[in-house]
């Protein structure tokens, strides 16, 4: 498996309306990008991606620290490597109109998400 970057860093939320006054009001991010009908909103940082979302029960607030996405070359690939060394997935390989993506965990439990942006023309929307 190759991985190009670290796509984002995400931070699981249960008020998007309460995060957004905290991320944007308080630290001074700009929206980059909005998703999921709200329930996903990225900041850059830099040339950085800040991710804050409620995305569901899968991917929960935690005081046991914040989760990167790691950008692989080939997502299909990749999910196999995963699968083949019997790595624990937290939430199967998703589609979103602009990904796909999978957590995982490392040995000690810690999430990770695995990433895959869309080519440009095959996004959906993605709000």
């Known amino acids: 498996m190759k991985i190009k970057k670290i796509g984002f860093v995400g931070i699981p939320v249960t008020d ?3 995060a957004r006054e905290f991320y944007e009001g308080l630290l001074g991010l700009e929206v980059s990008d909005e998703m ?3 329930k996903w909103i990225e900041y850059a940082a830099g040339t950085d991606t800040l991710a804050v979302a409620n995305v ?5 607030p935690s005081d ?3 989760g990167a996405a790691l950008e692989v070359e080939n997502f299909d690939d990749a999910i196999m490597q995963l699968r083949k060394a019997d790595v624990v997935f937290a ?3 998703f589609e979103t109109p602009c990904c796909h993506m999978a957590v995982v965990q490392d040995p000690d439990g810690n999430k990770l998400m695995i990433h895959k942006l869309k080519p440009q ?3 959906g929307v993605c709000s």
């Open 16 to 18: 998007m309306k309460r």
């Open 36 to 38: 999921m009908s709200g």
């Open 56 to 60: 569901g029960d899968h991917w929960l």
């Open 64 to 66: 046991q620290g914040t």
């Open 91 to 93: 939430a199967e390989p």
């Open 121 to 123: 023309e095959e996004k």
